[in-house]
């Protein structure tokens, strides 16, 4: 990530024009990545260097940054500072949609980290998706989808048991969901459903997802089915609506 020096930025605020200092810091930021000064991916200068450069004190520059963090301009990794946004990145929604595949051709490098997981008995919606009796046992994976180590998004998984019990040390070993379905056994597979609805994230989405309050995000619901027309996976999944632009096709 490129680091934006303090210089670079506007000069200390002019005082008396009635508007509250936070929020022309924050314009003043926003302009500046309007105007290309600032490039997506770019790290600010730290909250010290900024109250230096703008002639205020560190709770005026959190405020300022808290607003374009809530307005999707920019975000904060806990331990490394704060960014400027990424340009929304293309995800088109086919008949095969592999989340790997996708982020290469944009030109982005994927990640994909498995938060946990679980044996649970299939609930009925679930059950009905994967084609089995309520109550039989699924594994349940949440797993969490970067681009550039930019976290995009989270997805609740339920593969049917036993056919997938070898998925787990897989996708650990491999990082990726496609790879993971080969090693049990799956080599193709295709989208049967997709469902899409925004709403706002909740509190730990916001969280593990680096989003500020209240921040919307694109809810996604999708059913995977093999070669043979079997349901293989149930994925809940939500992206941040500032980092992905969906495309069904």
């Known amino acids: 990530m490129t680091a934006v020096a303090p210089e670079n930025l506007s000069p200390p605020l002019a005082r008396g024009d009635g508007i509250a200092a936070w929020r022309r810091i924050a314009d003043q930021i926003e302009a500046g990545i309007a105007q290309h000064q600032l490039q997506p991916g770019a790290k600010l200068p730290t909250e010290a260097e900024l109250a230096e450069r703008f002639g205020v004190n560190r709770h005026t520059v959190r405020r ?11 975000r904060s990794a806990r331990g490394s500072g704060t960014f400027v946004e990424q340009h929304r990145i293309r995800y088109p929604i086919g008949s095969r949609t592999r989340f790997t595949e996708i982020m290469a051709a944009e030109g982005h490098v994927a990640g994909g980290e498995l938060m946990d997981w679980e044996t649970v008995a299939a609930e009925p919606a679930i059950a009905e998706s994967l ?8 594994l349940r994976l949440r797993i969490r989808r970067s681009s550039d180590g930019v976290p995009v998004a989270i997805g609740v998984n339920h593969l049917p048991l036993p056919r997938f019990e070898g998925f787990v040390p897989a996708f650990q070993e491999l990082g990726a969901i496609t790879p993971a379905l080969a090693a049990c056994g799956v080599t193709d597979y295709r989208r049967r459903e997709t469902k899409v609805s925004a709403r706002e994230a909740t509190g730990a989405e916001a969280v593990q997802l680096g989003l500020g309050s209240g921040r919307i995000v694109l809810a996604v619901l999708s059913v995977n089915e093999d070669g043979e027309g079997r349901p293989i996976q149930h994925t809940e999944a939500v992206f941040a609506a500032d980092r992905i632009e969906l495309v069904i096709r």
Request: a negative charge.
């Open 64 to 74: 300022a940054l808290s607003a374009l963090a809530s307005e999707g301009v920019v």
């Open 131 to 138: 084609g089995i009796e309520p109550g039989a046992p699924v």
